[in-house]
């Protein structure tokens, strides 16, 4: 009468080859054990997931659809542990005045083209009032 018992199988879903890199990182740790890179692994899904719902929360409560930096900072603020550790890595919100105005970016280094080929910008540009070349004037004589 002995009941089976279940036991369900965690597998964490961040790729362990990477939360060891990460964690490799710190300089006082030489090597990583797989109980303690399992352990990390699920409680920073845990950590995440929690961060996530409480910012969807406060994106909800301010009729967003779309989480957004400022949704992040409120619910790290709400949460004292996660205030503690992770409120100063966010960065500042935008203020308007900081907000850098939306300017086309500078285009890349023109690299040489190849023999024979033209940069599809020529095609669409006004053609330039052409001086009369030194052949023109030669002819008439």
């Known amino acids: 009468m002995a009941e ?14 990477r939360v060891k890199k990460l964690m490799k990182l710190d300089r006082d740790i030489n090597k990583v054990n797989a109980e303690a890179l399992f352990l990390v ?11 996530a719902e409480q910012s969807a929360e406060i994106a ?13 900072r409120i619910a790290a603020k709400k949460h004292r542990p ?10 500042e919100p935008y203020q308007q005045s900081d907000r850098p105005d939306r300017i086309r970016p500078e285009p890349a280094a023109e690299k040489p ?12 540009r006004k ?13 008439d004589s």
């Open 41 to 51: 692994s699920c409680s920073t899904e845990l950590f995440l997931r929690f961060f």
């Open 4 to 17: 089976e018992e279940k036991s369900e199988t965690i597998v964490p879903q961040l790729p362990l080859g």
């Open 82 to 91: 996660t205030r503690d550790f992770l409120l100063d890595s966010l960065p």
């Open 60 to 72: 909800i409560q301010k009729k967003r659809r779309t989480v957004k930096l400022e949704h992040l």
């Open 113 to 124: 083209l190849p023999a024979g080929t033209r940069r599809i910008d020529d095609f669409f």
């Open 127 to 139: 053609p330039a009032k052409e001086k009369p070349s030194e052949f023109d004037e030669v002819s």
